[in-house]
């Protein structure tokens, strides 16, 4: 069916991006500032680019409150180039690094770093088909290890760190992928911060690295320029051409994140349509069942199922009639996943929630 104008858009990653970054970005998609050229056409080295590139960099420094002794950097190749290059700046030979292993990007995060070195499980839920996230007390690893791996919000199954245990003098390494600027964070607690743009942050195409500094000194030095982070700290990330028309998406996603009232706002938000959904799942005495343990739930991804297959399918096809869209949970565990990342708005889980209640007494 064609649409007329907006869904509403619950997609996992790419997902829905604010209406008015969308709208500013279409008004100069053709003549970025008088230039008479799109911001996509124009040279990484120019100065139009640069301003760019740096209000990006201040904006992400300014809402997360990043220390001074940490780079923000630019880089492609997804989350996923990160599970490559973290062990390959710094698990150095002679170390070892843990993974908790909390869902399915965990996991593949985890065995990337055991083809570069010897990585370990931290901790792992497994066992309950990853609907809970690890007590402290179970996360194994030593003092002198290279790192500790999280996944701070698991995007398929729905489960969510809310808080970060303290690891003394182990860099704490988190993937923020998922939930990255969804609430306020304490920066300093991390050796670093990674995450695709794709979910809370723009489109696709550029991930941001957020590096203390001493990590990138201390990082190995034999490795290709196009791998190291020192590489990127050196030369701003553009040390070759980076995603320019991503990174001029994120910046005005990052200035909308800053309108609505940064972080503490973003959280405030989150957490309404989070509560919004969930209650709809509580009250419905078990039709819709979600997956995610109550203490560990996600505030950007809610996973539930109904009572079987057919209905799952079922509900979503009545939901698309409502224009509600992207609901259909990862293939790894089915079911329906709702994605609402900082960009999905109160409005969209409002006529979500209702759509649910409809089709549960429609059923009964
Ligand atoms: C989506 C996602 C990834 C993978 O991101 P790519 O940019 O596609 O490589 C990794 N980690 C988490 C937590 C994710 O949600």
Known sequence: ?????????????????????MEEAQAEFLNYAGTGMSFM??????????A??????SLLKELMGVPDDYEILFIQGGASMQFAMIPMNFLLPGKQCGYAVTGVWAEKAYEEAGVIGNAYIAAS??????????????????????????????????????DFPDT?????IVDMSSDILCRPVDVSRFAMIYAGAQKNLGPAGVTIAIIRKDMIAGAAKNLPIILSYAAYAKDNSIYNTPPTFSIYMVAKVLEWVKEQGGAVAMEKRNSAKAKLLYSVIDESNGFYKGHANAADRSMMNVTFRLPSAELDKKFMAYAATENVVG?????????CRVSIYNSASLESCQVLAETMKKFQKNLG
């Open 1 to 21: 069916m064609t649409k007329k104008f907006r869904v509403h858009n619950f997609n996992a990653g790419p997902s829905t991006l604010p209406l008015s970054v």
């Open 41 to 50: 056409e124009m040279s990484h080295r120019g100065k139009e680019y640069d």
């Open 52 to 57: 760019v590139h740096n209000k990006a960099i």
């Open 125 to 162: 839920t497994k066992d309950t088909n990853n609907n809970r996230i690890p007590a402290f007390t179970e996360l194994k690893y030593s003092p002198k290890d290279a790192y500790l791996h999280l996944t701070s919000n698991n995007t398929i199954v729905g489960t969510q760190w809310h």
């Open 168 to 172: 003394g003098n182990v860099p704490l």
């Open 327 to 335: 609901i259909g949970g990862h293939r790894s565990i089915g079911g």
